[in-house]
């Protein structure tokens, strides 16, 4: 995918503050990357304001990534990404235990609790989708109507037929590798004869052994029997072609991006490097899609440009305040007002939030910033009795997704299990922390620790359950003045607890992981210690929560003003010409990664603000 | 190969359980070396002296009694030892506690020393041995290739 | 010159050697001669794969990235053409056969260049490495000069086939030359012949990208003379090029220019004249690189049993990769898919030679000594 030579160095911060722009749109990830192409096909001028530096797109500036993922001595989510105080962004190994009272500063985010998160998201030219899985499921149809149906969390504005063509413009962007035969589960439906872009990635030889120990085996919730199989994920990655796709033209998969043609990237090669970064760019990254957009012209870029402040006038948004920055090292900017007839945000669930509160703006709900959520996840592990293959192919290729749905959710959390293919590593640190076990506390040695190691680490399973977390007003982002970055924007400040609802669904993930391992005769090493940040207590046993990054609810879609900040478009109910894009308008997260929702509001948004222009 | 070098290898390969030939397909035997002689500092020819007469047995087992007796129990030179099969398995090598460096009579290693914590090159997290003893790849470095997750893991016979 | 004379299976020995096609006689005798050829295609193109792999495989990882992509974008454009050739070998009538004696040459090995031979070393990445593989890859000039053609030397004295070379022998002085030759046969053959008479090959042998996926374009299958054609174009524009301008329609360029970058230490823009890219610079560390020693074979490890060993296994490995090569040209397109792990897995290997110190302070190799085809199922 060819990326326009010079065009992160096209637009001066001056002349962005001296047009007045049809749209600008805050945040160059997913969500900006595919309304500014939306908007660039209907030939609107675009302005994209990227809080991160950007080089322009070149292979050379994505291998610095991966040379910087190389030399990290300890290795985390951002790894590969660069620390910039101008532009922050959460780390994992920044989370804490949080004393209550006690805000924990230590983080970009500054946390109250009592819950610590270590959700992050990457703020880079493609934002965390340079990071991200790559998992893309739909939500299901009984996701949208939690209330009504199960009288728990809140009914969406909108159902899943509304969304259903807007899945597949999504699905075709991001480029999914799945069958639909696979797919066709609680309720999913698909358009008749619909096809993916490409064929379904292979399921891993540990998804099959797994599949053969749970065959047969089936589970009762709230008094609703659930059988149980391994099934493939649809995964956002380059896979083979399906001839089908599209009527039978075919689809062609798109590759790494550069200024000058590569040939890499266009087939998954199982680097099970997904997250955090795919060395080859096989995985879909919003990088491509920003390089479709730029280059239609209409489509302008200013990176390192931080939005402080949203302004209006007469109810309505006359400009944002950015304030721009030379050099990441040095705190030092310029400000400048950028104007445009309709404005977008899409910094992500936590940063426009955080922009909303900086600015003040009046709010007819209250709920700028309340009701975030994020997946909560509970890792169970074990070991297999035979060797599994273990840290091959992608991170993950299959799961367990039977109890994404059903009765069972009146009373607690739905969730789906991802079997992890790179061993116990986001449990454990495996294989780092299994060597130093036996080299520093067993003083092993020699072949008996080669032969102990290989032993374990091909023997390992990790099946990561992922818990819907409804939303509660309470759980919230919010700014506080003596809290500010580099540049002297504010930072989030986040509070937030794991409902109960959710932690009834932890507590059973825990139990059902049990008969998952007791079925393939899996040796259960499961262990949570009370002093992890993570760590939590439902009636009388602890777990360890981790946050999943798919952050939503801050700026909840909704039927009134009164009920929610924007409506099924996205369109802020307060202020007619602007738009808060992303999984903040999401007002549930269920059991789906929330990418593929999010991508999939976005050509509604889209669709909405050319109607304004027009 | 120079004494110091071959013995050296001989004793990596004692103390990680690769073969001299598995350790030297890296390309990291010498790069390794250099980097513990630098962190030994003016300790480092007599804990040369002691590899040197380790690898000079011709029998494994004999060396591997050797280790035992002479290195494990050392609080200076076991520190090293383990500090250098985590170098092999894991390519990262870990900044010693400072009373190894108390004990040694060594001053701490500044931010740019051979002796801080750090990934020595690209070379030493591709080639690193956890998960090639894994049958299996670092994440990010030598993929098996499209579809190849989907088969038993293959387990090379072929080094000797 | 260290060829084997072996029949290629595909190809009745032509004692007299084979005549330039305007002087033979049957159409017969000419499809005999496309075979050949195209059997031969499917060797020039696999045969610069070793090297193009020996010099990206010498460089040291997070250096010289700009060389590391400029030539792995070739090899993976190289395993393109030659799967190209096996479908156009397919598509007429011919048995495509990567397990005869010679098919991988030995190293080092003669190519042509106008009046003489340049030798195709297996080295390093080098200045005169990069020098070698300009020189495979040399543009064809607008109108080839029919005076010269009795003069040059025979491009068959580099690979084996079974054909002699005589003084009646077709010469050729660069490769894409050589493709011109063919792309006349093939049309020549297809006005006497007609469709159903030159394209009597099973659809089903054809490869297309849903078997194999290794990059580099489009893999199409050829089953008429416009597909046959269009595989011959990819294969000229994507090496040599047969215009003069740099860039192809599709914005592509060609081997040629992108190794030429690397000599000048420039990327090539748009409309750029072919003798001076001014695009971004590119940089090489020409001290980044493994110093492998050139031509390395199993006798230069004779008195080193485990590197013999690991050089043999490779050499067994890359042997069986082209035993499967065969089955899935000769019926089996679907096998390819184990082709993929079988290069993910040899690459390792080659790596590990790479890394390994010899004694006298050069590197180890594969040596590409591949044995004899074995006889059996």
């Known amino acids: 995918m060819l990326f326009p030579q010079g065009a992160t160095k096209k637009t001066t911060f001056k002349a962005a503050c001296e047009t007045v ?34 080089e322009d797109m070149t292979l050379a500036g994505y291998e610095s990534y991966l040379r910087r993922f190389y030399g990290a001595t300890s290795k985390d989510n951002q790894a590969p990404y660069p620390v910039n105080p101008n532009a922050p962004m959460p780390r994992g190994p920044e989370a ?169 990237g266009e087939r998954c090669q199982g680097n099970n490097n997904c997250v955090p970064l795919c060395p080859v760019q096989a995985k879909y990254h919003a990088g491509k899609t920003l390089a479709k957009a730029l280059k239609r012209g ?224 899996a040796a259960d090493h499961t262990a949570y210690d009370p002093e992890d940040y993570g760590y939590v207590t439902y009636e009388g046993e602890g777990y360890i929560v981790r946050g999943g990054n798919h952050l939503a609810g801050t700026h909840m879609m909704g039927t009134s003003p009164r009920n929610s900040v924007v409506n099924t478009e996205q369109r802020s109910w307060d202020h007619d010409n602007l738009y808060l894009a992303g999984g903040g308008s999401l007002p549930t997260i269920a059991t789906a990664n929330v990418t593929l929702t999010i991508a999939a509001l976005c050509y509604k948004t889209a669709s909405a603000i050319l109607r304004d222009l027009s | 190969m120079n004494p110091r070098r071959e013995a050296f290898l001989i004793f990596c390969s004692d103390i990680t359980g690769f073969s001299c030939f598995e350790l030297a397909t890296t ?110 790849h670092p994440p990010a470095a030598k993929p098996t290739g499209f579809g190849s997750w989907s088969v038993a893991p293959v387990i090379d016979e072929t080094t000797p | 010159m260290k060829w084997d004379k072996q029949q290629a299976v595909d190809v009745d020995t032509n004692r007299a050697g084979v005549a330039m096609t305007e002087t033979m006689g049957t159409s017969e005798e000419k499809l005999r001669y496309l075979r050949t050829q195209l059997h031969r295609a499917m060797q020039l193109e696999h045969a610069t794969i070793p090297p193009y792999l020996m010099a990206l495989y010498s460089l040291k990882p997070g250096s010289n990235l700009d060389a590391q992509n400029i030539l792995r974008v070739i090899v993976v454009e190289e395993m393109l053409h030659l799967t190209l050739a096996a479908n156009l070998l397919n598509a007429v009538g011919g048995l495509p056969d990567l397990t005869v004696d010679g098919f991988v040459p030995r190293y080092p090995a003669p190519l042509p260049d106008g009046e003489t031979a340049f030798t195709v070393n297996l080295a390093p990445f080098s200045p005169d490495t990069l020098e070698t593989f300009l020189k495979i890859e040399s543009p064809v000039p607008p109108a080839p000069d029919a005076a010269l053609r009795g003069t040059r030397r025979v491009l068959y004295g580099a690979l084996s086939s079974g054909l ?121 560390d020409w001290e980044a690189v493994f110093p492998v020693g050139k031509n390395l074979s199993m006798d230069d490890y004779r008195h080193l049993p485990e590197v013999r060993h690991a050089a043999a296994a490779f050499n067994e490995s890359y042997g069986s990769f082209l035993r499967l090569l065969t089955d899935a ?7 390819l898919s184990e082709a993929v792990p079988m290069m993910f897995r040899f690459r390792d290997k080659f790596l590990q030679l790479v890394h390994y110190p010899l004694p006298d302070g050069r590197h180890a190799a594969p040596t590409f000594e591949i044995g004899p085809r074995r006889c059996g199922p």
């Open chain 2, 27 to 136: 390309g990291l035997v010498e790069t390794y070396r250099v980097l513990v002689d630098a962190v030994l500092g003016s300790r480092a020819s007599e804990f040369n002296a002691c590899i040197e007469s380790i690898a000079a047995l011709p029998d494994a087992a004999q060396r591997e009694a050797k280790i035992r007796a002479m290195l494990l129990p050392s609080s200076l030179y076991w520190p090293v030892v383990s500090g250098l099969i985590s170098l092999w398995y894991l390519g990262v090598w870990t900044q010693l506690p400072n009373r190894w460096y108390q004990e040694a009579g060594l001053p701490l290693p500044g931010p740019q020393d051979p002796g801080r914590t750090h990934v020595p090159s690209a070379l030493a997290y591709i080639e690193q041995l956890s998960y090639r003893s894994a049958f299996a």
């Open chain 1, 298 to 521: 209409g489509v302008r870029l200013l990176p390192q440009a931080v939005a402080a402040k949203v302004q209006l006038r007469d109810g309505r948004v006359s400009h944002i305040a950015v304030k721009h920055y030379a050099d990441p090292a040095s705190p030092a900017f310029e400000e400048g007002n950028i104007r445009a007839k309709v404005f977008v945000l899409c910094a992500n669930a936590i940063e426009n939030a955080r922009l909303m509160l900086q600015s003040d703006l009046p709010s007819t709900s209250g709920l700028v910033g309340r009701n975030l959520m994020d997946h909560a996840y509970l890792l169970s592990w074990g070991l297999m009795p035979e060797r599994c293959g273990t840290m091959r192919g992608t991170n993950c290729t299959g799961g367990i997704v039977d109890l994404r749905g059903g009765t069972f959710r009146r009373q607690q959390a739905a969730f789906s299990v991802d079997i992890h293919n790179d061993g116990w590593g986001w449990a454990t640190g495996a294989p780092y922390s299994d060597l130093t076990l036996l080299v520093d506390d067993e003083n092993e040695f020699g072949c008996d620790l080669r032969r102990k190691l290989a032993e374990r680490v091909t023997r390992q399973l990790l099946l990561a359950a992922m818990v819907d977390v409804l939303p509660s007003e309470s759980n919230r982002i919010t700014v506080d003045p003596r809290y500010t970055d580099a540049l002297g924007n504010l930072r989030p400040v986040m509070s937030y607890n794991v409902p109960e609802y959710t932690l009834r669904g932890v507590a059973y993930a825990r139990e059902f992981s049990r008969l998952v391992f007791q079925r393939l005769g």
């Open chain 3, 164 to 284: 002699g070379s005589t003084t009646d022998e077709k010469r050729f002085a660069t490769i894409g030359e050589f493709y011109r030759d063919i792309e006349a046969t093939l049309n020549q053959l297809y006005e006497d012949m007609g469709p159903d008479r030159l394209f009597t090959g099973a659809v089903d042998r054809q490869v297309t990208s849903n078997y194999y996926y290794s990059g580099g374009g489009e893999l199409f299958p050829v089953t008429d003379i416009a597909s046959a054609n269009r595989a011959i174009q990819l294969i000229v524009q994507q090496g040599e090029g047969y215009t003069e301008s740099v860039h192809d329609a599709e914005g592509e360029i060609a081997h040629y220019y992108r190794f030429y970058q690397l000599k000048v230490g420039r990327y090539y823009q748009r409309n750029d004249p072919p003798d001076g890219p001014s695009g971004p610079p590119l940089d090489v």
């Open chain 3, 329 to 335: 040209f000769n019926g089996r397109p679907q096998i």
């Open chain 1, 96 to 264: 804490r235990k949080i004393t209550p009272g006690q805000p924990a500063t230590g983080g970009y985010i500054v946390q109250n609790g009592p819950f610590a998160s270590d959700t992050t998201y990457t703020r880079v030219l493609g934002g965390t989708t340079m990071h991200w899985e790559a998992k893309v499921l739909r939500m299901l149809p009984e996701d949208f109507h939690m209330r009504s149906q199960f009288g728990q969390g809140v009914d969406w504005p909108l159902n899943y037929e509304d969304l259903e063509p807007y899945y597949e413009l999504a699905e075709a962007e991001i480029g999914v590798s799945a069958d639909v035969e696979d797919q066709q589960y609680l309720g999913l439906k698909f358009r008749k004869g619909y096809e993916f872009p490409m064929q379904g990635l292979p399921l891993s030889y540990l998804d099959r052994q797994v599949d053969r120990g749970i065959e047969n085996t089936a589970v009762t919730v709230a008094g609703e029997t659930h059988s149980l199989r391994v099934r493939p994920f649809p995964q956002g990655r380059n896979g083979i072609p399906n001839p089908r796709y599209a009527g039978g033209q075919g689809f062609k998969p798109v590759g790494a991006v550069n200024t000058a043609q590569v040939e890499i």
């Open chain 1, 21 to 54: 722009h049809d749209v600008v749109i805050v945040g160059g990830g997913v969500a900006g990357a595919i309304i500014a192409d939306e908007l660039a096909k209907a030939h609107k001028s675009v302005l994209i304001l990227e809080a991160g530096p950007a």
